[in-house]
Nanobody, 121 residues
């Protein structure tokens, strides 16, 4: 059983920054592709960005240039650095893992419980 535990969410003013962490218990984390998604109230879950097992990254257009994903394989942790936050970034943020899938769809095998990010105007 893989556990993914997100942390780092909170309340921040527009223009501020937060760094989310996702700690994984999977033994083969080094070979996993990791994704970040978010879901705002009343909206469908949407893709934020992803990092492959080799470190390649890509992002949704809405966050490109503001958000950065990185990983520390020794700590089995993936990070989402969020800068220049906007009220529309308010959502529950989820991390996800898959050894097979790398992309923007919610086809990852394992999901965390989410962490709330609220950006005030």
């Amino acid at each position: 059983q893989v556990q993914l535990v997100e942390s780092g969410g909170g309340l921040v003013q527009a223009g501020g920054s937060l760094r989310l962490s996702c700690a994984a218990s999977r033994r083969t984390f080094r070979g996993d592709n990791m994704g970040w998604f978010r879901q705002a109230p009343g909206k469908e879950r949407e893709f934020v960005g992803a990092i492959s097992w080799s470190g390649s990254t890509y992002y949704a257009d809405s966050v490109k240039g503001r958000f950065t994903i990185s990983r520390d394989n020794a700590k089995k942790t993936v990070y989402l650095q969020m800068n220049s936050l906007k009220p529309e970034d308010t959502a529950v943020y989820y991390c996800a893992a898959s050894s097979n899938y790398y992309g923007p769809k919610d086809e990852y095998d394992y999901w965390g419980q989410g962490t709330q990010v609220t950006v005030s105007s």
